[in-house]
């Protein structure tokens, strides 16, 4: 079993629709959580991250982490072409950008 | 402010030869992270270094890989005698301490063995 799950996707979503990307871990001592957009060829972007559970709001996107059920997600409002990349989850048991835990990534495609 | 700067883009090596793959982190970052990205898979963890010193290199392959970040300069991941199984797209992060969880990528290395 994978320390992170991340759905593969495609996700193939209109403009304007609100998109929900999730995760799941294994690990308890997970405990910051990172969401990075990758577009095609480029490096990860980091988008948001939190520390143990709760939101996380900026602008269109807002994070999520429940611990007690090991799920992260992250919503994007007013889904926009330019969303359209792939979303890699992350977590780690330190505060430290060191041994990230990557998911596989999801890929969006935002429909005009 | 330059970002994380990786070179070569891509990188093409025939079976049996040596790849070296350069990193400069962002200004002012002195912890630096190598991260391999399979295709279909997740980025994976392989070595973290500050100047001059490797801090944990726990998902290094044990043969053949090797790296390093030099006083001065940028960090080297050094590939030997690369295999088929080596293709795949090579990242390298920064930040600014330890205790920093925000890490820049750079674009990566993409390497192809033929």
């Known amino acids: 079993q994978k320390e992170v799950e991340q759905d593969p996707g495609p996700l193939s979503v209109p403009e304007g629709a609100i998109v929900s990307l999730n995760c799941t871990y294994s690990?308890?001592?997970?405990?910051?959580f990172m969401w990075y957009r990758q577009y095609s060829r480029k490096g990860p972007e980091l988008l948001m991250y939190?520390?143990?559970?709760g939101n996380k709001e900026d602008g269109r996107f807002t994070a999520q982490v429940d611990k007690s059920s090991k799920y992260i997600s992250l919503f994007i409002r007013d889904s926009q072409p330019s969303d359209s990349a792939t979303y890699l989850c992350?977590?780690?048991?330190?505060?430290?950008?060191?041994?990230?835990?990557f998911g596989s990534g999801t890929q969006l495609t935002v429909l005009p | 402010n330059a970002g994380v700067m990786q070179n070569p883009r891509h990188l093409v090596r025939r079976r049996g030869q040596e790849a070296r793959l350069r990193c400069s982190p962002m200004?002012?970052?002195?912890?630096v992270y190598w991260y391999r990205q399979l295709p279909e898979e997740g980025l994976k963890f392989m070595v973290y270094?500050?100047?001059?010193?490797?801090?944990?290199e726990s998902g290094m392959p044990k043969e053949r890989f090797s790296a390093e970040f030099p006083k001065e300069g940028p960090s080297i991941l050094r590939i030997q005698q690369v295999v088929r199984g080596d293709s795949a797209a090579y990242f390298c992060?920064?930040?600014?301490?330890?205790?920093?969880?925000?890490?820049?990528f750079g674009q990566g290395t993409r390497l192809t063995v033929v």
């Open positions: 992350a977590t780690s048991s330190s505060g430290s950008a060191r041994q990230l835990t």
């Open positions: 200004k002012g970052h002195s912890h």
């Open positions: 992060a920064s930040s600014l301490g330890t205790g920093q969880t925000e890490a820049f």
């Open positions: 270094l500050q100047k001059e010193n490797i801090i944990d």
């Open positions: 690990n308890s001592a997970f405990q910051y």
């Open positions: 939190t520390y143990s559970s």
